[in-house]
């Protein structure tokens, strides 16, 4: 009797030890897993162009359509408004990022934690985690002769509201800095349809509020030295500033936007080292604090 209870102690310690393990690698798993986001795909994705005046008339209650012909003209309820013509989906049922021109998933950057990537000739942004999109939206970049600088970037500080560095009469709601010297950040602005900023990444309010929320602040050593930096920002391509809005282009051909898994993988690629060297820094600095 004492040996088949001596055995059975041990079968129990066994089995105690083994759920013990795998429920640390499912704990683990779970910290590390990537996002799931489940969202609407609509039947088809085609455009036409509306008179604005009219197609506002007959959607003024359609809350989902209004925010999907927003963030397809690149604009705000405000600016919607003063446009002659807009460019709106045949079907509104999707999710707004199914109109919009970045991928879903990208597998090449299941590495990366947390990036932002902004498409200057698409005049929008999208935010990865490991490689699943989790937030895509319109923005207006910087004007002709006031550029968004291209390349890489990190977040740094934020503010809820701030002073714009160019005009202090210029309030900045939600404001995120990405170049700390040159005053370069995205905010909550009005969004006219075009690049038309001071350099600055403009954004509707939602989503300036989602990205403040969601995108790491710097840390700093001292006021002069920076111990951790956020959030990688990736800012891309070229815009014709001569040619007619290039989302007008999407009633003929509705893919003609679009951005390739490959694309972003080529414009990722020579900044890799760099944001996985800063992503262990900022791990192993959140470690020491545990």
Request: proline content about 6%; some cysteine; hydrophobic content about 35%.
């Given at each position: 009797?004492?040996?088949i ?6 079968i ?8 013990k ?27 036409r ?22 963030a ?42 947390k990036i ?17 999109l ?13 550029q ?6 990190f977040t ?8 714009s ?5 210029w ?5 995120f800095?990405?170049e700390?010297?040159?005053g ?5 602005y ?17 989503d300036?509020?989602?990205?403040y929320?969601?995108?790491d ?12 930096k956020g959030t ?5 391509g070229?815009?014709?500033?001569s ?6 282009q999407l ?5 003609v ?8 993988k080529e ?5 890799l080292?760099?944001?996985?060297k ?13």
């Open positions: 009797m004492k040996k209870a001596l055995l059975l102690n041990i129990v310690m066994i089995l105690l030890v083994s759920c393990q795998q429920g640390d690698v499912e704990n683990n798993d779970s910290v590390d897993s990537e996002p799931v986001i489940k969202r609407q795909e609509p039947k088809n994705v085609s455009y162009i509306e008179k604005t005046k009219q197609w506002l008339a007959e959607n003024a209650t359609n809350s989902k359509a209004l925010k999907i012909a927003y397809v003209n690149r604009t705000d309820a405000t600016n919607l408004k003063k446009m002659d013509s807009i460019i709106v989906p045949e079907d509104v049922s999707g999710d707004v990022e199914f109109y919009l021109p970045f991928p879903l998933t990208v597998p090449y950057l299941k590495e990366i934690k932002v990537f902004f498409s200057y000739p698409t005049q929008t942004f999208a935010a990865y985690e490991k490689g699943q989790v937030y895509s939206g319109p923005t207006n970049m910087g004007r002709e002769k006031d968004t600088p291209r390349g890489l970037s740094n500080w934020k503010a809820e509201e701030t002073t560095t160019f005009n202090d009469e309030d900045l709601r939600w404001n800095n990405i700390n010297k040159l370069v950040g995205w905010h909550q009005e969004l006219p349809g075009y690049p038309a900023s001071h350099s600055c990444l403009r954004m509707q309010e939602n300036a509020k989602f990205m929320k969601w995108a602040e710097w840390e700093l050593a001292d006021s002069e030295t920076v111990k951790v990688p920002v990736i800012v891309f070229d815009y014709d500033f040619a007619p809005k290039p989302w007008l009633a003929s051909n509705p893919k936007l679009d951005i390739s898994e490959n694309e972003i414009q990722t690629m020579p900044f080292n760099d944001i996985l800063e992503q262990q820094n900022r791990q192993q600095v959140q470690t020491a604090k545990l």
